[in-house]
């Protein structure tokens, strides 16, 4: 078998070591969606401490093999219907997301080069394979019981920096869900700015309009879409004024509001270094 799994030639090495995704949890704490069975591009990018950039060049440049793998790309839609608890996960606006099953995850790390992590995967691999690796069983319970604690300690490692990552997320969330009352557009977008997400009132507006919230009616004015209402995303304040001249009551249209559950789903949608 060749030893450099990341060559173009070794398509072959890779499909016939790709059923050995437990190698997966000897080199890390993967992240994966409700279900233990899917992962997006941000989940791999953190296992193999790669940019996200480099996961999609991986799997653009090796696509045929990924699709054997399971990998595909669902709309933003077919996501949410997929997991029912996506309203609490920290997901990007994108319109489309990337799922990839454990054995495509594993074939990142076939493929990286520039990765220590993706390294250590195709060491296990290949020790494995050629029978290099001390077999378990010939291991003293001292061993065993050291090698055990060492995979726990990453383990905890791994998970207590991604606590520490979500703690200041987690609260401002909480601000949010506490919060009484819906807001303008406005005000919203001066909240989702405090809560480190960089947005201004017409920045909102093209959010809420490209996620199908609200629409421009004909007469220029935000309307709301009865999706967003039904949902809680988004309410409507009624408006009216007096006829200057007639003294008479005249109906304006609503104001469009930001509820405090949209707040918090625009929170976990958008990333925190600001909306383009």
Do not use: H, K, N
């Given at each position: 078998m060749s030893t450099d799994l990341t060559v173009a030639g070794a398509r072959a090495e890779r499909d016939a070591l790709a059923p050995r995704t437990d190698v997966l949890d000897k080199v890390g704490v993967l992240r994966t969606l409700p279900g233990d069975l899917h992962v997006t591009t941000e989940m791999v990018a953190e296992?193999?401490?790669?940019?996200?950039?480099v996961i999609r060049q991986t799997v653009v440049r090796n696509r045929d093999e990924f699709d054997t793998d399971g990998y595909r790309v669902v709309t933003r839609s077919a996501f949410r219907a997929m997991f029912e608890e996506s309203d609490k996960l920290s997901l990007s606006s994108a319109s489309s997301f990337a799922l990839f099953s454990r054995r495509a995850v594993l074939r990142v790390?076939?493929?990286?080069?520039?990765?220590?992590?993706?390294?250590?995967?195709?060491?296990?691999l290949l020790d494995?394979?050629?029978?290099?690796?001390t077999p378990v069983s010939s291991l003293s319970d001292d061993e065993l019981i050291d090698r055990a604690l060492q995979v726990s300690a990453r383990r905890v490692a791994a998970l207590t920096e991604r606590v520490a990552e979500l703690e200041p997320q987690a609260e401002v969330a909480a601000k949010l869900l506490d919060a009484e009352g819906d807001l303008s557009v406005r005000d919203a977008?001066?909240?989702?700015?405090?809560?480190?997400?960089?947005?201004?009132?017409?920045?909102?507006?093209?959010e809420l309009a490209e996620r199908g919230w609200i629409f421009r009616a004909g007469d220029g004015r935000w309307r709301v879409m009865q999706y967003a209402i039904e949902h809680g995303?988004?309410?409507v304040l009624p408006q009216s004024h007096y006829h200057p001249k007639t003294g008479e009551l005249v109906l304006d249209p609503p104001q469009p509001r930001v509820t405090p559950k949209g707040l918090q789903r625009l929170l976990s949608d958008l990333p925190q270094d600001g909306m383009a």
């Open positions: 296992f193999y401490e790669v940019s996200i950039d790390g076939m493929l990286l080069r520039d990765s220590p992590v993706a390294r250590r995967v195709r060491d296990y494995t394979e050629s029978g290099a690796r977008a001066q909240s989702l700015t405090r809560a480190g997400i960089t947005t201004g009132q017409q920045r909102l507006f093209a995303y988004m309410s």
